[in-house]
């Protein structure tokens, strides 16, 4: 079993490649409606259901997005969500959870999503990467798949 923090983190999302240090808010939730049945002669019985599902905002911090180029994926997404069409980028944004010795643990997978917020710290020459500070994405669902 690896240690705490013996993970790498890699996203893809529409093409563009990219590792983080710190993913945070990978969580969902169902609210629970009551359902009240009864019936002549027996007592109520009171039933939770599931309710409306909704996913909270995942934040990436302390990676990059590669490749940094004009016409690139990320930047291509970026220009479309800039312009108020969230529609063509919406996608799958694919989480991949590697151990320390590069198997696969666990895939989370944000359904319908697309970064709604996104800040860079620095640049390097030297290497088409472009350091982020924060990635914010919103999902319409989380799916969770183990390896075997």
């Known amino acids: 079993m690896p240690v705490l923090g013996g993970y790498s983190i ?3 999302f529409n093409g563009a490649i990219g ?3 710190r993913i945070s808010g990978i969580r969902s939730e169902s609210a629970v409606l009551e359902s009240n049945t009864s019936s002549p002669g027996t007592a109520p019985y009171v039933q939770k259901i599931p309710g409306r599902y909704s996913c909270s905002i995942v934040t990436f911090q302390a990676g990059f997005m590669l490749p940094l180029q ?3 994926p990320w930047w291509t997404n970026v220009e ?3 312009a108020g069409d969230v529609d ?3 996608g ?3 989480i991949s959870f590697l151990d320390n010795e590069g198997k696969l643990v ?3 997978t944000l359904d319908d999503a697309w970064p709604s917020k996104w800040s860079a710290s620095d640049v390097s020459i030297q290497r088409s990467i472009l350091w982020m500070e924060t990635i914010v994405f919103q999902c319409e669902s989380i799916k969770y798949t183990w390896s075997t």
């Open 19 to 21: 590792a983080f240090s």
């Open 106 to 108: 666990l895939t989370v």
């Open 88 to 90: 063509s980028v919406r």
């Open 80 to 82: 479309h969500i800039q």
């Open 70 to 72: 004009a016409g690139g």
């Open 92 to 94: 799958p944004c694919v």
């Open 10 to 12: 890699g996203v893809e």
